[in-house]
């Protein structure tokens, strides 16, 4: 606040005594009465005292004055203050007057100052306060990271407690690091921030065994700390395991005959799973048993094929019962009808499969392809509709090899419908492999585009 005090035998009572300000001459005609500017404080309240002692700096403009005084009253001081030396940068009509005072922590507390600007008649003053803060001591507690135990890629939780001077330092950032076993430096992985009780938590992956801990920067008015670590061990988890295609076939088979097993068996990603045993089991219709039948080692594009032979009707499917750091899995189960011998046929006609088209062209990756045709057969010169088991091949863009989809079944009238998501742009075509009566047919090829 500026005021102005008037100097006309004023009396300024201090203790027990008294300083009489006598009435100054009189001044020369047309004197201006002093301005003075308010003070400013560098660094900016509140002085923050950390390890060292900070050093203010108080500055004040004057305009018309010849002199000016700076005053500062420590916090419970009850005399009129300190004088601070002032030095003078003269501006014309203008004087900026600086000074400079150290202050360390025991200074911490409410602080006044009053700055006088002295005239030839009168004088001017501006007064104020501000405060000096010892830095807050902060420290991190119940720093904790679980589970202790994870499988590699898990979620973890890491929570802790930010104090500052003893209390909840709620609103500050703190950073969530991690030292790798075999390592020695801690790397910065996410940030979390304090509520107003100072706790704070959040969930990070984790995918290697190591420490954990928090980490406080610190700020104007605090210091920084560190938490104890907490230790997380990391296993691998196993990879899952998954046999697609399987097959067998052909469908149906006469008593005696040989069938025929097939599919790939592929490891979490969706990759081929090489050198691996798959078995072969059997289910006779009407039955609660699966029995073994046969096995064998899939190739290093993952896929197997085993032989046995048809004795009655009933369910099979492959079995992978899992090894090293890879989950088991078992594939669909295929029916096979099987028929007794009869006596030798009368020669087989002949089948094709027509009107084969994949649609929409091209598609959206990940979107469906659907697919049709109609499947007949030559009965007496006349071609006819038939039902029957016809199966969806696709060869990739680039491969020279075609990969079994899926079986369907064609309607009594031939007509053929399915549909599959499209991922990779290729070329796709239906196979009827034929049956006691029938040969087999494959459709024409139909390229489609998949587009991202």
Same mark, same amino acid.
């Given at each position: 606040?500026?005021? /102005?005090?008037?100097?006309?035998?004023?009396?300024?009572?201090?203790?027990?005594g008294?300083?009489?300000?006598?009435? @100054?001459?009189?001044?020369?005609?047309g004197?201006? @009465?002093?301005?003075i %500017?308010?003070?400013?404080?560098?660094?900016?309240?509140?002085?923050?005292?950390?390890?060292?002692?900070?050093?203010?700096?108080?500055s004040?403009?004057?305009?018309?004055?010849?002199?000016?005084?700076?005053?500062?009253?420590?916090?419970?001081?009850?005399?009129?203050?300190?004088?601070?030396?002032?030095?003078?940068s003269?501006?014309?009509?203008?004087t900026k007057?600086?000074?400079?005072?150290?202050?360390?922590?025991?200074?911490?507390?409410?602080?006044?100052?009053?700055?006088?600007?002295?005239?030839?008649?009168?004088?001017?003053?501006?007064?104020?306060?501000?405060?000096?803060?010892?830095?807050?001591?902060t420290?991190?507690?119940?720093?904790d990271?679980t589970?202790?135990?994870?499988?590699?890629?898990?979620?973890?939780?890491?929570s802790?407690?930010?104090?500052?001077?003893?209390?909840?330092?709620?609103?500050?950032?703190?950073?969530?690091?991690?030292?790798?076993?075999?390592?020695?430096?801690?790397?910065?992985?996410?940030?979390?921030?304090?509520?107003?009780?100072?706790? *704070?938590?959040?969930k990070? /992956?984790?995918?290697?065994?190591g420490?954990?801990r928090?980490? *406080?920067a610190g700020?104007?008015?605090?210091?920084?700390?560190?938490?104890?670590?907490?230790?997380?061990?990391?296993?691998?988890?196993? /990879?899952?395991?998954?046999?697609?295609?399987?097959? @067998?076939?052909?469908?149906?088979?006469?008593?005696?005959?040989?069938?025929?097993?097939?599919?790939?068996?592929?490891?979490?990603?969706?990759?081929?799973?090489?050198?691996?045993?798959?078995?072969?089991?059997?289910?006779?219709?009407?039955?609660?048993?699966?029995?073994?039948?046969?096995?064998?080692?899939?190739?290093?594009?993952?896929?197997?094929?085993?032989?046995?032979?048809?004795?009655? %009707?009933g369910w099979?499917?492959?079995?992978?019962?899992?090894?090293h750091?890879?989950?088991?899995?078992?594939?669909?189960?295929?029916?096979?009808?099987?028929?007794?011998?009869t006596?030798?046929?009368?020669?087989?006609?002949?089948?094709?499969?027509?009107?084969?088209? @994949?649609?929409p062209?091209?598609?959206?990756?990940?979107?469906?392809?659907?697919?049709?045709?109609?499947?007949?057969?030559?009965?007496?010169?006349?071609?006819?509709?038939?039902?029957a088991?016809?199966?969806?091949?696709?060869?990739?863009?680039?491969s020279?090899?075609?990969?079994?989809?899926?079986?369907?079944?064609?309607?009594?009238?031939?007509?053929?419908?399915?549909?599959?998501?499209?991922?990779?742009?290729?070329?796709?075509?239906?196979?009827?492999?034929?049956?006691?009566?029938?040969?087999?047919?494959?459709?024409?090829?139909?390229?489609?585009?998949?587009?991202?």
């Open positions: 606040m500026l005021q /102005r005090i008037r100097v006309a035998a004023v009396a300024l009572a201090v203790g027990a008294a300083l009489a300000l006598a009435p @100054a001459a009189s001044a020369a005609a004197a201006k @009465a002093p301005v %500017s308010d003070v400013d404080i560098s660094p900016g309240p509140p002085i923050v005292v950390f390890d060292n002692p900070v050093t203010a700096t108080f004040f403009t004057t305009k018309d004055a010849g002199k000016a005084e700076l005053q500062l009253k420590a916090p419970g001081d009850v005399s009129v203050g300190t004088p601070v030396a002032l030095t003078p003269p501006h014309g009509s203008e007057w600086t000074g400079t005072k150290s202050f360390d922590a025991k200074d911490a507390g409410k602080w006044s100052f009053l700055a006088i600007a002295h005239g030839d008649k009168d004088e001017s003053s501006t007064r104020g306060t501000f405060e000096v803060r010892k830095a807050l001591d420290k991190i507690v119940d720093f990271a589970p202790d135990l994870v499988s590699k890629g898990d979620l973890i939780r890491v802790g407690r930010l104090l500052a001077n003893g209390q909840g330092y709620g609103g500050q950032s703190v950073t969530i690091t991690f030292r790798e076993k075999g390592t020695d430096a801690f790397r910065h992985v996410t940030t979390a921030t304090t509520r107003d009780s100072g706790w *704070f938590a959040t990070v /992956r984790a995918d290697a065994t420490w954990w928090a980490e *406080f700020n104007k008015f605090a210091r920084s700390s560190v938490s104890d670590t907490d230790r997380v061990d990391v296993r691998f988890r196993n /990879r899952d395991s998954r046999i697609v295609g399987f097959d @067998a076939y052909p469908e149906p088979v006469n008593k005696g005959d040989r069938l025929t097993f097939t599919g790939v068996l592929q490891a979490s990603g969706w990759d081929p799973l090489p050198g691996e045993r798959v078995s072969i089991f059997f289910k006779a219709g009407g039955s609660d048993r699966w029995e073994y039948v046969t096995s064998d080692v899939t190739g290093r594009n993952g896929r197997f094929l085993a032989t046995a032979t048809a004795v009655e %009707s099979w499917r492959a079995v992978f019962r899992g090894d750091g890879v989950n088991g899995s078992v594939s669909d189960a295929d029916w096979v009808t099987v028929n007794q011998p006596p030798p046929p009368a020669a087989k006609s002949d089948s094709r499969l027509i009107k084969f088209n @994949a649609y062209e091209p598609v959206k990756r990940g979107h469906y392809l659907r697919f049709k045709g109609k499947l007949q057969i030559d009965d007496a010169g006349t071609w006819e509709g038939y039902g088991k016809v199966r969806l091949y696709f060869k990739p863009k680039g020279t090899h075609w990969q079994y989809v899926k079986t369907v079944w064609s309607t009594d009238s031939g007509k053929l419908y399915t549909k599959v998501k499209a991922w990779k742009s290729g070329t796709w075509k239906m196979v009827f492999r034929g049956d006691a009566d029938f040969y087999g047919d494959t459709s024409r090829t139909d390229y489609v585009s998949v587009k991202r």
